[in-house]
């Protein structure tokens, strides 16, 4: 999506690309196959606390525009060039 990509946090146990696969689906309306990871990085918050971010890439199954949730205000495919 265009600035503001789908994604949360993993649900307790649950599998990273089946994760990424129901926030698609919850924010944008879309179908997806999740493809393999693009890049990943260590985001430090503040003092004993960093977050792990993990970026893949993915296809869209539909050509139907993205149902917008509340937490998105525009939103669109990202084409590969």
Known sequence: MNGNCPG???ELGEDPPASLEREISEEAG????IEPILDSWQYH?????????????AT?????????????????????T
């Not at 879309?30 to 196959?33: E, F, G, I």
């Not at 139907?64 to 590969?80: A, I, M, Q």
């Open 45 to 57: 918050i503040f003092h004993g606390v960093d977050v792990l971010i993990v970026t893949y890439g």
């Open 30 to 33: 879309w179908d997806a196959h």
């Open 8 to 10: 949360g946090k993993l």
């Open 60 to 80: 869209v199954t539909t050509d139907k525009p993205p149902v917008l949730s509340h937490e998105h205000k525009t939103g669109g495919p990202v084409r590969r």
